[in-house]
């Protein structure tokens, strides 16, 4: 049996590796690695399921449920670990935790404190994840707000589940938005100081290059205008590039946001840049071709739909190429593997990069890319309209003076990455159990309150921890249940990159917490059952402090 201070990852070891003895036995090799656990939606149906007899049956040609049936024949657990052991549908094998098993876990998780639900499943390989890299044009609007949410959060995950994890974010400061910006900005000032020219079509019209211009000393302003031309334009644009940078770096501050390092396009195209040297490592390896005046790369040989302009006609290089190199950049920094974080409008980007990356000898799995779907703002149940060109936006620091940056991240982490959301704004900005962040942290600070009154009335945490065997209520043991998970959460959202599991899970777990709470009295004349509560609640506060941590979301002891 997994002892006390042994976690959820020691008992799911326990578990594949008594399938895969049992798979061993019936002449079937499988590697315990390999064979998938998972918690049933139902609780009536266990604590893990897996589906392996499925799975290997498809292979050898076999009935599913007669070969679960040989399997569960097989098994060696110890049913102080494991009292349950069924088979459903058509051949999932669950699996039953023991209550004694539950209770022990109370004691792990009071001992472990904050590195309860930690991993090696990452074994310190090195990740580096792009996210946010918003063009460098204005304020960060609300999917550049959702990407850098889902960024942060997954970061923490794969930390905590064992990667060395390293955070970037990709500033595109060349090519022609640059110039239309700065053009933009150069046709404010010339309005503000009273010239009478029309603003380009395709410039950036939102107020805040307005506002923008108007910062510029008059005297600098009209230096830059007597360059002329080019050098005009490239002034007014370093300027507005200097400032939104700040912006961004600002808005990212006030959302509890970090990255290790900020990487300029620019530096791609110096002397002996990635530019030069992606373009004459396609040359030699034959990925390359010249077809009227531009130079095109053989992506359709990696798997894309059709062959993409590196270089165009007119010698100028494309987003593509820019795109390449700034990969074959993170491939000589040695990370073992890339996460990028687009928004929706760049799934196209996808096929054409991980070709990209093959031609340079990055792995089939080298490359991940996962795509942040649009926002839409919900007030009233209308939808509020978003611009960024136009004016008529709503941004990251509006967002959060308006709901706060905690329930901004949490409801941008309630769905699927590649889910469409539609943000409530009347539902975040409620201080009631209905706001789902609300209800979470008011269970943080109700354990808070529960821990320091129980204290209060003399019940410290017992050195004796054999008294979690007294809990034995429904309440009890279904917070238990919710608690021993959480390991196993980790990884799976480590595995499958999503975020949002933690932001399901810690509702679930607070109304875990609330109907205990309201049916279990904590501090009682029971001494014994007292002290085993407090270790409980102690363990819920632990879990749930992580779990908000995690999601980026600050955790209050009172509110």
């Known amino acids: 049996m997994a002892s006390s201070g042994e976690n959820i990852f020691s008992a799911r070891e326990a578990v594949s590796g008594a399938i895969a003895a049992a798979l061993d036995k019936l002449g079937i090799g499988a590697d315990a690695g390999s064979i998938m656990l998972e918690r049933p939606n139902d609780p009536s149906h266990g604590d893990l399921s897996c589906n392996i007899a499925l799975v290997t049956a498809k292979k050898i040609g076999t009935n599913p449920r007669k070969l679960a049936a040989r399997l569960v024949e097989g098994l060696e657990l110890d049913e102080d670990f494991i009292d349950r052991v069924e088979i459903a549908g058509p051949g999932f094998i669950n699996f039953s935790f023991s209550d004694r098993y539950l209770t022990g876990q109370i004691a792990a998780i009071n001992e472990l404190g904050d590195s309860y639900g930690s991993s090696n499943l990452g074994g310190g390989r090195k990740v580096q994840v792009e996210f946010v890299s918003a063009n460098p044009t204005g304020p960060l609007v609300i999917v550049s707000a959702r990407a850098a949410a889902i960024g942060a959060a997954l970061v923490n995950i794969l930390k905590k589940a064992g990667y060395e994890v390293e955070t970037e974010y990709y500033l595109n400061d060349a090519g022609s938005q640059v110039r239309k910006l700065g053009a933009s900005t150069m046709t404010r000032f010339r309005q503000r100081i009273g010239e009478d020219v029309p603003f380009p079509e395709d410039g950036y019209s939102g107020e805040y290059l307005v506002d923008l211009a108007a910062e510029i000393p008059e005297g600098e302003g009209r230096a830059?205008?007597?360059?002329?031309?080019?050098?005009?334009?490239?002034?007014?644009?370093?300027?507005?590039?200097?400032?939104?940078?700040?912006?961004?770096?600002?808005?990212l501050e006030g959302f509890g946001v970090e990255f290790d390092a900020f990487f300029r396009e620019s530096a791609l195209y110096v002397e002996g840049g990635e530019i030069e040297d992606v373009l004459a490592l396609y040359r030699d390896r034959g990925s390359v071709y010249e077809e009227e005046g531009a130079v095109w790369f053989r992506s359709t040989d990696y798997g894309d739909e059709k062959d993409r302009v590196l270089v165009r006609s007119d010698g100028t290089p494309t987003y593509f190429l820019a795109d390449a190199a700034y990969h074959l950049n993170k491939f000589r920094r040695g990370f073992d593997r890339v996460i990028d974080i687009f928004g929706p409008d760049h799934h196209g980007h996808i096929a054409r990069l991980k070709a990209a990356s093959a031609v340079f000898g990055a792995p089939d799995d080298w490359l991940t890319v996962l795509t942040v779907q649009w926002v839409r703002l919900m007030e009233d149940g209308r939808q509020i309209k978003m611009s960024k060109r136009g004016g008529e936006f709503e941004t990251l620091a509006d967002l959060v003076t308006d709901v706060g940056a905690d329930a901004s991240k949490f409801f941008f982490l309630m769905r699927k990455i590649n889910a469409h959301l539609d943000f409530n704004l009347t539902l975040a900005r409620k201080e009631s159990e209905e706001n789902p962040v609300y209800y979470v942290q008011y269970a943080h600070a109700r354990i808070c309150s529960v821990i320091s009154y129980a204290r209060g009335e003399g019940v410290e945490s017992p050195k004796d921890s054999s008294c979690v065997e007294l809990l034995t209520e429904p309440e009890e043991m279904e917070l238990i249940r919710n608690l021993v998970i959480f390991p196993q959460l980790i990884e799976g959202a480590a595995e499958s990159y999503e975020p949002h599991r933690l932001s399901t899970y810690g509702q679930q777990l607070a109304g875990s917490f609330h109907r205990f709470y309201h049916i279990c009295r904590i501090?009682?004349?029971?001494?014994?059952?007292?002290?085993?509560?407090?270790?409980?609640?102690?363990?819920?506060?632990?879990?749930?402090?992580?779990?908000?941590?995690?999601?980026?979301?600050?955790?209050?002891?009172?509110?």
């Open 224 to 251: 830059w205008l007597e360059k002329g031309g080019d050098e005009a334009v490239k002034a007014f644009g370093d300027y507005t590039l200097d400032r939104t940078i700040t912006w961004i770096k600002g808005d």
């Open 523 to 559: 501090v009682s004349g029971d001494t014994r059952l007292s002290e085993a509560r407090l270790l409980l609640a102690i363990a819920t506060k632990i879990v749930l402090s992580e779990t908000l941590r995690l999601l980026g979301i600050s955790a209050p002891e009172r509110m």
